[in-house]
């Protein structure tokens, strides 16, 4: 099929093996969402969670310093909404006003977590990765498309690059002393 086997091994320790198959080939699960009236799909393996964050919840958007976060048990969980960072939006869409009532999926990148906003989620479904075109190879966001059983073709998001357009990887996850340091500093 054009893959490639790689072993490593070291004496006493074990040997590692990896398989590489061509991304034509490659079949994942994948979650299935909507941002600014399109469709991408963000990889299962990535997805930690899907909350639902409204006024009058456990679960709300906060500000600390004018950056949005979600207290999901005890930790402050950057958020990032999609529309933003793919360029989606009118102008007119701010956080503030998903406020009331969003949908929110906890991904996770390495040990680092965070939560993308999104419009609408669909369900979760197995896809053929294809890959992405050479004129997008530069776009970090995404990872391939993908045609779903109705014919139609979308992105599949890359929550890596995601990560690195919103500037969040050197954010580190807030505890609740954090947090009470935080509100001490702005009084």
Known sequence: IGGTVELKSVEGRGSTFIIKIPLTLAIVSALIVESGGERFAIPQISVLEL?????????????IHDTPVLRLRNRLLPLVTLKKILGLDDGETTVDDVDEEAFIVVTQVGTYSFGIIVDRVFDTEEIVVK?????LRDLSLFSGNTIL?????????????????????DTEHRSEADIQAVSTDEE
């Open 131 to 135: 890959p992405v075109a050479p004129i």
């Open 51 to 63: 909350v639902r964050a409204s006024s009058n919840s456990d679960h709300s958007i906060e500000r």
């Open 149 to 169: 059983g109705d014919g139609s073709v979308i992105m599949i998001l890359d929550p890596n690059g995601i990560a690195e357009a919103a500037g969040e990887m």
